[in-house]
């Protein structure tokens, strides 16, 4: 799905939480307006205070979306969206992690 894939190449794993073993899922809710544009992202339910941040920096700068419809008019679509920050180590040398971040569907 295009959501997952911009999420997986626009977000960047904080280096505080990845150096602190920090990982998790972070849920975003938001709303998709009648113009399809972003609104009212909010935290529903964060981890860590540097992973809740890029989680709602992501989300409030996606592109438009074509906006929802209900009988023929566009509406406004609530969504909340889990964001699953994951570290997966392979050490280079012991001052270098690589790290990973995944979008996954409920």
Known sequence: ???HKYIAESINYPDV?????????????????????VKNVKLARGIDRALD?????????MPDWEPGSHEGSKVNLHYTFPINFV?????????KVTTTVEAKKR
Do not use: M, P, Q, W
């Open 1 to 3: 799905e295009a959501l």
């Open 17 to 37: 939480a990845r150096v602190n073993g920090i990982s998790g899922r972070v849920y975003i809710s938001f709303v998709i307006d009648s113009n399809g544009e």
């Open 53 to 61: 941040k890029e989680a709602i920096r992501i989300i409030s700068n």
């Open 87 to 95: 570290i997966k180590e392979r050490y280079v040398n012991k001052d």
